[in-house]
């Protein structure tokens, strides 16, 4: 698991941090390192020793913005990308300095899914190894999904398979009017498994027979209605809307952002039962108790911005 909710921790921050502030992340990742070294040496603070060979990774003013940088293979998920991109999500969650994380694709498509070459060298492999590959791949999705930080998906072109999967794990997705969606997996003869219970958590079961079965394309004006995309926008206004997006939620407190994330996993699609009052409680008394909740209180009593608001973010 990425990381154990922060209910259940206390905390919502990470101990490690990328130090370089508008900059490539620069170095290569080790060959044949595991996923699970991988998080570990982000949690290290590693990820400034790593060169990643299948992402962009920049961080400027508070934002970490992750590139995907297949573009010519539409960005597609291979065993590199899928430990890289675990390992960055790791770094940046780790880091104080970043508020929010901004996920998008180089060249003309988001993310294609599998890469169809990992998908032949798979093929060739016995049941044990393929379900080594398949828990890293769930794994990346799980860490994506439980970062403690605000997360927006940037779907300027085609998502399909665990491309859409990516998206459904982020908090927000802002999606191109030519942005088109596809759950592919059925044509070739396989099924969405992995990215399957954060597709049907965003889109809800009954869409989910139609769009896993029929493995058609849809549009990005569908996927907002079936609740996968919060907003479709032209091309040339993507970056203006995540910008607005992002000047909106640094106003919010991040420790707040992290427990309002693990709030939501500990209480949706689950019966408003006395565990679950009793939980709210807690969790409420918890944070109005922190430090952030206080200084919350007191900036708003005083009519003044409260601390953790970015300097570039009062400046706007």
């Known amino acids: 698991m990425a990381k154990t909710d922060a209910a259940k921790t206390g905390k919502t921050g990470r101990g490690a941090r990328v130090r370089a502030r508008g900059t490539t992340l620069a170095a290569a990742k080790?060959?044949?390192?595991?996923?699970?070294?991988?998080?570990?040496?982000?949690?290290?603070g590693g990820a400034m020793a790593l060169a990643y060979k299948t992402l962009v990774v920049q961080t400027r003013d508070a934002v970490g913005s992750v590139a995907l940088a297949?573009?010519?293979v539409h960005n597609a998920f291979n065993e590199t990308l899928i430990?890289?991109?675990?390992?960055?999500?790791?770094?940046?969650?780790?880091?104080?300095?970043?508020?929010?994380v901004v996920l998008t694709g180089q060249g003309k498509s988001f993310c294609a899914g599998a890469d169809l070459n990992w998908m032949k060298r798979m093929a060739l492999y016995g049941r044990a190894e393929n379900l080594t590959d398949a828990r890293a791949l769930a794994t990346m999705l799980e860490t994506l999904y439980r970062m403690s930080k605000p997360t927006l998906a940037r779907v300027h072109g085609p998502a399909f398979g665990g491309g859409v999967g990516l998206a459904a794990c982020c908090d927000i997705v802002v999606a191109a009017h030519e942005a088109t969606f596809s759950l592919s997996e059925a044509k070739l003869g396989l099924i969405p498994a992995t990215i399957g219970p954060y597709v049907v958590e965003a889109i809800g079961a009954r869409q989910a027979r139609r769009y896993f079965l029929t493995a058609e394309r849809f549009t990005a004006v569908e996927a907002h209605r079936i609740g996968l995309v919060h907003e479709v926008v032209g091309a040339d206004a993507l970056d203006s809307t995540i910008d607005g997006l992002l000047r909106t939620l640094f106003v919010a407190g991040p420790r707040a952002q992290g427990e309002a994330k693990a709030l939501i996993r500990a209480i949706a699609h689950r019966p408003i039962a006395d565990e679950v009052i009793a939980?709210?409680?807690?969790?409420?008394?918890?944070?109005?108790?922190?430090?952030e909740g206080k200084e919350g209180v007191a900036a708003f009593l005083e009519k003044r911005a409260p601390a953790w608001l970015p300097a570039a973010s009062r400046k706007r």
């Open 30 to 44: 080790p060959p044949g390192a595991t996923t699970a070294a991988a998080r570990r040496s982000a949690r290290r």
């Open 70 to 72: 297949r573009p010519d």
């Open 83 to 100: 430990a890289e991109l675990t390992h960055a999500l790791c770094a940046l969650d780790s880091d104080e300095g970043v508020r929010a």
């Open 279 to 291: 939980g709210t409680a807690e969790r409420i008394a918890a944070v109005r108790s922190s430090p």
